[in-house]
């Protein structure tokens, strides 16, 4: 799914997955679906950060970054403090690498850099330039993205290899504690919630882990839930699942599985042509429109065209990612600026119910689990409301 980050330029050009979103692998161009590609990594942004719901993505689109950070790379934790005027001091830095290029947090916090190598912290935060408290859990130049629900950790490859870690970290070079779950190249997102492992095909198929891991080639541990080519972006929290289509409609699974072409299990719960990111956590549903609006979802499904369920919590154009972790909501601004959901909604223009938990320029990333929210810095890029260009900014 949470969505998505820079690759640095060291990799190659042509291959690299970028903002974590879907990424073509050079000769595999499907000009059909470049307006869905497009939504795909404009979408899983606002699912990356999720902490039951998180979504990896493999992308189609080139850019160019510009600018360095002396701390790009570098990740904080929230200690409780909110900013007070400018002064933001309640972070505190866990690591300080340039090759990190994602973070993933449940209940623990991960990390993918570059290289492919995935770290989980171990809870010793840094101490001046030391920054020792990380374990190495795989070192595979093919992974691409990283997906954490509760004790689960899951990653894609660029190949559409899907893996779960079992519990064995690494040792030196060697890095078995691995388990593969499914071998499709048309993988192009996963989203993890409440224990269930969920994954988007480019076709728009969305399958469901049933528990059986793949032998040989043999990967039968999955099952369909919807085969519509609309379908862009997939989020869960908890035992719910939702999916936005590249029109805005937001779709809630209701338990029913595909039988053949036939996929009756979805009730539309929105159809607004701004919508252009989901995220859920803590039981809630949040959509941001293109304008920066935020929405919570209140209850009522769609009857017809009609669909009142929908409570305004902001309406700020800085607006670029929203995260959502147990109980909390979040913002991050093009700016850098991150803030917190106080939990009063919008009245007509006026939206009072924010708090600014940091003013950072450097921020790139938030992720939220949920007791804790991380920001992870990386070198920026151009930033912007428009629809078609979220790919050319980091998030």
Not at 28 to 53: D, E, H, Y
Not at 244 to 269: D, E, F, V
Not at 325 to 340: A, K, V
């Amino acid at each position: 799914m949470k969505a998505i980050g820079l690759i640095p330029s060291d990799l190659n050009e042509a291959n690299r997955p970028v903002l974590g979103v879907p990424r073509r692998i050079a000769g595999s161009a499907n000009p059909k679906r470049s307006w869905t590609a497009c939504l795909l990594s404009v979408l899983s942004i606002f699912i990356l950060g999720t902490s039951m719901a998180y979504a990896e993505t493999r992308s189609a689109n080139d850019f160019t970054w510009f600018g360095e950070l002396s701390d790009a790379g570098s990740i904080w934790r929230y200690t409780g403090t909110p900013c007070s005027g400018a002064s933001c001091p309640s972070w505190q830095k866990l690591d300080n690498n340039s090759a990190t290029v994602r973070i993933a947090a449940s209940n623990n916090l991960y990390q993918l850099h570059n290289s492919g190598k995935i770290w989980r912290y171990t809870g010793t935060p840094c101490s001046g330039a030391s920054c020792p408290g990380w374990q190495m859990l795989d070192n595979n130049p093919a992974s691409i993205g990283i997906v954490a629900d509760g004790s689960q950790l899951y990653q894609l490859h660029g190949s559409g290899l899907i893996w779960r870690y079992t519990g064995t970290p690494c040792s030196g070079s060697s890095c078995p504690g691995w388990q593969m779950l499914d071998n499709n190249p048309a993988t192009v997102t996963l989203a993890a919630g409440g224990g269930t492992l969920y994954q988007l095909h480019n076709s728009g198929k969305i399958w469901r882990f049933t528990g059986t891991a793949c032998s040989g080639g043999s990967c039968p541990g999955w099952q369909m839930l919807d085969n519509n080519p609309a379908t862009v972006a997939i989020v869960a929290d908890g035992g719910r699942l939702y999916q936005l289509h590249s029109s805005g409609l937001i779709w809630r699974y209701t338990g029913t599985p595909c039988s053949g072409n036939s996929c009756p299990g979805w009730q539309m719960l929105d159809n607004n042509g701004a919508t252009i990111g989901i995220t859920a956590g803590g039981g809630n549903l949040y959509q941001l429109h293109n304008t920066g609006r935020i929405w919570r979802f209140t209850g009522t499904a769609c009857s017809g065209n009609s669909c009142p369920g929908w409570q305004m919590l902001d309406n700020n154009p800085a607006s670029i990612n929203i995260v959502a972790g147990g109980g909390q909501l979040y913002q991050l601004h093009n700016s850098g600026l991150i803030w917190r959901y106080t939990g009063t909604p919008c009245s007509g223009n006026s939206c009072p119910g924010w708090q600014m938990l940091d003013n950072n320029g450097g921020t790139g990333r938030i992720s939220a689990s949920s007791g804790d929210l991380f920001q992870l810095h990386l070198v920026r890029a151009p930033m912007t409301r428009q629809r078609i260009c979220f790919e050319c900014r980091p998030h």
